[in-house]
Nanobody, 123 residues
Framework: QVQLVESGGGLVQAGGSLRLSCVVS????????MGWFRQAPGKEREFVAC???????YYGDSVKGRFTISRDNAKNTMYLQMNSLKPEDTAVYYC?????????????????WGQGTQVTVSS
C-alpha cells in the first residue's frame, strides 16, 4: 500500500531553519504531484506548498520567499526547506501525494497523507 513518512520536525527559535522530508513508498513517486500542508491547534488544515511531477512549484502566500519545496525522484523523497521561521509557522506539517501528475492547493485533491511531523517555533 502507499505510505508517506515525514521527518525533520522539531523545536527551533524564531529566525531559524528546518528541513522536512517525506519518503513515499508503494507508488511510482515520479508520476505524481506532491504537497505540504500544515495544521495548527484549533485551525483548519492550510496549504503550504506543492510540486508537480516535472518540478513546477507553487507556494502559499504566508510562506512565499521563506520556504522551498523540492523533490528527489531517485530517492522517492520530497523536501521542505523552511527558513526565517516565525512563531506562526508552528503546526503539524503533513505531506500528501496527489491523484495525478499535477497539484492543487486544495487538500481534497490529494489521495494519500503522512502522519505529520510537529514544528514548533519559539519566540
Amino acid at each position: 500500500q502507499v505510505q508517506l513518512v515525514e521527518s525533520g520536525g522539531g523545536l527551533v527559535q524564531a529566525g531559524g531553519s528546518l528541513r522536512l522530508s517525506c519518503v513515499v513508498s508503494g507508488r511510482t513517486f515520479s508520476n505524481y504531484g506532491m504537497g505540504w500542508f500544515r495544521q495548527a491547534p484549533g485551525k483548519e488544515r492550510e496549504f503550504v506548498a506543492c510540486i508537480n511531477w516535472s518540478g513546477g512549484e507553487y507556494y502559499g502566500d504566508s510562506v512565499k520567499g521563506r520556504f522551498t519545496i523540492s523533490r528527489d525522484n531517485a530517492k522517492n523523497t520530497m523536501y521542505l526547506q523552511m527558513n526565517s521561521l516565525k512563531p506562526e509557522d508552528t503546526a503539524v506539517y503533513y505531506c500528501a501525494t496527489s491523484r495525478g501528475r499535477f497539484t492543487s492547493t486544495r487538500n481534497h485533491e490529494y489521495e494519500y497523507w503522512g502522519q505529520g511531523t510537529q514544528v514548533t517555533v519559539s519566540s
